[in-house]
Nanobody, 111 residues
Framework: QVQLVESGGGLVQPGGSLRLSCAAS????????MGWYRQAPGKQRELVAA???????TYLDSVQGRFTISRDNTKNTVYLQMNSLTPEDTAVYYC?????WGQGTQVTVSS
C-alpha cells in the first residue's frame, strides 16, 4: 500500500498563497489518479484537484484558475499550488491515491 505524507499547510491571509506537497512511498499505480481533497468543519470531504499519470488535470469549479496541481514523477511527489486564497478555502487538505490517504494538513485562511 502506498503511504502518503502531506506538508505545507499553515495560516495565511486572504489573497495569499500556499503550496502543499504530498510525498508518496511505495508502488504508485498508473491506474489511479493522484488527488487533493479537502474537508471543512461540518462539511463533506470534496475533491479539489486531481492529476492522471499522463498529466491531465481536473479541478473543483471554485478553485479553477487559482489552484494548480502538478506532479514530479522522479520524486513521487504531488503538489498543490494555491493562490488568491479565501476564507472559504479553510479546511484540512488530504492527498489521495486509490485507497491510500495522507494524514491531512490544515490550511487556515484568515486575517
Amino acid at each position: 500500500q502506498v503511504q502518503l505524507v502531506e506538508s505545507g499547510g499553515g495560516l495565511v491571509q486572504p489573497g495569499g498563497s500556499l503550496r502543499l506537497s504530498c510525498a508518496a512511498s511505495g508502488s504508485i499505480s498508473s491506474i489511479y489518479n493522484m488527488g487533493w481533497y479537502r474537508q471543512a468543519p461540518g462539511k463533506q470531504r470534496e475533491l479539489v484537484a486531481a492529476i492522471t499519470s499522463g498529466g491531465t488535470t481536473t479541478y473543483l469549479d471554485s478553485v479553477q484558475g487559482r489552484f494548480t496541481i502538478s506532479r514530479d514523477n522522479t520524486k513521487n511527489t504531488v503538489y498543490l499550488q494555491m493562490n488568491s486564497l479565501t476564507p472559504e478555502d479553510t479546511a484540512v487538505y488530504y492527498c489521495n491515491h486509490g485507497r491510500s490517504w495522507g494524514q491531512g494538513t490544515q490550511v487556515t485562511v484568515s486575517s
